[in-house]
């Protein structure tokens, strides 16, 4: 064999082995491991004990946080947080910027026009606070002709409204409506009863107290876009195991001190 021969065979044989390595360095796309699918979840957060931003962490929580994460989990879905207006919500969920809304959103017929929602995960129902001194409003038919501060696009904003006379004034969140309150410039808010008893709380009761009976039974929903009645069913899927294997329970008892 000549010299020219024996180098051609010693040059096919190297070029063949870097193939061959390249090949097992890289793996096939089934081997390669799964992304995570993410979930995007809407809320407006700062509706406690529903959504609100720790202090400390600066992360998100509350009850309807922990339970998207445990759907998530259950779905095989890494959630992810978007911060909204409550009023932004839904025009968000129309143009794909986020899957669903988990923000204390009450179930109405209104806004089943235009989202899908999951089965019921809480009920709720409209409270009002005054400051302690307040004797004159016993109750909602109190309100007519007073100053009454709601968080805009809720429906206590939407109840509010209905009330004859009354000079009702919207603000972004529950704390910028309890803030209006402390400082005198309304006369009461109206709100969802947990986020009422959760600001007395954690310290409101110094200068407010809840007073009447609760107004209507509100079920809060999770929302979809109408076009994915897919995830829709996953979500009611995920919320009935939760309910079953006692997770649900668990983490409604973390935020409201007892079992549902």
Request: glycine content about 8%; overall charge positive.
């Amino acid at each position: 064999m000549s010299r020219k021969s024996i180098t051609l065979i010693l040059v096919s044989l190297f070029a063949l082995s870097l193939v061959a390595a390249g090949c097992g360095g890289q793996k096939s796309p089934s081997q390669q491991p799964a992304a995570a699918k993410t979930l995007k979840v809407g809320a407006e957060t700062t509706f406690p004990p529903f959504e609100f931003q720790d202090e400390k962490t600066k992360d998100y929580t509350g009850f309807d946080i922990d339970l998207m994460k445990a759907i998530g989990k259950q779905m095989g879905y890494e959630v992810q947080i978007a911060s909204l207006g409550f009023d932004a919500l839904i025009p968000a969920l129309d143009v794909g910027q986020i899957d669903v809304i988990a923000s204390a959103m009450t179930i109405t017929d209104e806004r089943s026009k235009k989202v899908s929602f999951s089965n019921p995960y809480y009920k709720s129902g409209l409270s009002i606070v005054v400051k302690h001194d307040n004797t004159a409003i016993q109750g909602f038919k109190d309100l007519a002709g007073k100053r009454i501060a709601v968080q805009i696009g809720t429906t206590g904003s939407e109840e509010a409204k209905k009330i004859k006379d009354a000079k009702v004034r919207e603000f972004n969140s529950a704390s910028e409506a309890y803030m209006e309150l402390k400082a005198g410039g309304v006369d009461a808010v109206v709100n969802d009863l947990p986020v009422n008893q959760y600001y007395l709380a954690q310290g409101g009761a110094k200068d407010a107290k809840i007073i009447g009976e609760v107004l209507n039974s509100e079920n809060y929903g999770i929302a979809v876009s109408k076009k994915n009645t897919e995830l829709v069913t996953k979500i009611n899927k995920a919320l009935d195991d939760l309910k079953a294997n006692g997770e649900y329970a668990k983490i409604y008892e973390k935020w409201f001190g007892k079992r549902p």
